[in-house]
């Protein structure tokens, strides 16, 4: 099946640094997603990306989808300590596949 | 504003015990997915059902069972509990056609001791 390589798998940084992660697959994905999930709770959704080679922001974060469509990444910039969580990314074939793969997640940990 | 709910936050249940992890949405979604999560090894997918009564197997159905008998509720059932199905347990269900992110649940904390 597909396989998604998320990395790193944790990140120690302190408040006010820029932080940077990514997934790589092994197949092409048409759809790719970056979710946060915070102590206790379910994943939320951060980004959605559609194209290859679009980039797009929500607030500090900036997400992009690879031009190969095996890869993507996510900057958060002058990070604060509510960026604490577990960071996934997602991916999608597309079609009638609308199974999510998911990477092994990245944990975020912010010193103030 | 949308919602998964999850009927547990936490749960223990003794091994050989059957376990019901419920879940209701209110979004009118077809697609519903339960998953586990464990530490290292990122969410896997148990089972999904695009629709009503409709299920299908995800990466790791093995000791599970799920039931849809309503759009709105998507049911996971350990027939048999067993200590390695120690986990948190997440459920979502998915936008609509030409949209793929999903919504969570806040998951269930299940201990089987």
């Known amino acids: 099946g597909q396989q998604l390589n998320q990395s790193p798998q944790s990140m120690f940084i302190q408040e006010g640094e820029d932080v940077s992660m990514n997934c790589t697959s092994s197949?092409?994905?048409?759809?790719w997603l970056w979710y946060k999930q915070e102590p206790g709770e379910g994943p939320v959704l951060l980004i959605a990306?559609?194209?290859?080679?679009e980039l797009t922001s929500n607030g500090r974060l900036t997400a992009q989808f690879g031009i190969t469509r095996k890869d993507s990444f996510l900057n958060i910039s002058a990070s604060i300590p509510s960026d604490v969580g577990i960071y996934f990314c997602a991916g999608s074939s597309g079609g009638s596949n609308y199974k999510l793969t998911f990477g092994k997640g990245t944990l975020l940990t912010v010193n103030p | 504003d949308v919602k998964v709910t999850q009927s547990s936050r936490y749960l223990v249940k003794r091994t050989g015990e059957k376990v019901f992890l419920e879940c209701v949405q209110d979004m009118d979604h077809e697609n519903m997915f339960w998953y586990r999560q464990d530490p290292g090894l990122g969410l896997r997918l148990i089972y999904f059902?695009?629709?009503?009564?409709?299920?299908e197997k995800g990466d790791i159905p093995e000791g599970y069972s799920v039931s849809r008998e309503k759009k709105e509720r998507f049911s996971l059932i350990l027939e048999s509990a067993s200590t390695n199905q120690t986990s948190m347990y997440l459920c979502?269900?998915?936008?609509?056609?030409?949209?793929?992110?999903?919504?969570f649940g806040s998951g269930t904390r299940l201990t089987v001791v």
């Open positions: 979502a269900s998915r936008a609509p056609a030409g949209s793929y992110g999903y919504t």
């Open positions: 059902s695009y629709d009503v009564k409709m299920k």
């Open positions: 990306l559609y194209k290859a080679g």
């Open positions: 197949s092409i994905f048409n759809t």
